[in-house]
């Protein structure tokens, strides 16, 4: 079993900054990608960024330049620093992981969410 569990997120006005962060953990043996999706009312998830475990970014063309995904290798853990915020970034924020577990067993898991709200 991987558990993901996210933190941060909340309410903050247009332009302002927020970051949330997601921790893995359970019986891991290795993670691959690492990365965030959002998903707004009325609308489907779409991914917001993602992260290899080299490091390599990958950014939907409506964050790039506002936000960065960084990763710990070490400690599990994905963060996304969301500067220039807008009302249109207002969702509930997954975090997901694949990776192996210690069996070997290829695994593919999602947080709870974590609601982010831009609006004045």
């Known amino acids: 079993q991987v558990q993901l569990v996210e933190s941060g997120g909340g309410l903050v006005q247009p332009g302002g900054s927020l970051s949330v962060s997601c921790a893995a953990s359970?019986?891991?043996?290795?993670?691959?990608?690492m990365g965030w999706y959002r998903q707004a009312p009325g609308k489907q998830r779409e991914l917001v960024a993602d992260?290899?475990?080299?490091?390599?970014?990958n950014y939907a063309d409506s964050v790039k330049g506002r936000f960065t995904i960084s990763r710990d290798n070490a400690k599990n853990t994905v963060n996304l620093q969301m500067n220039s915020l807008k009302p249109e970034d207002t969702a509930l924020y997954y975090c997901?992981?694949?990776?192996?577990?210690?069996?070997?067993?290829?695994?593919?898991?999602w947080g709870q969410g974590t609601q982010v709200n831009v609006s004045s």
């Open positions: 997901k992981a694949d990776g192996l577990t210690s069996l070997r067993s290829a695994f593919s898991s």
């Open positions: 359970g019986s891991i043996f290795t993670l691959y990608n």
């Open positions: 992260i290899t475990s080299g490091g390599r970014a």
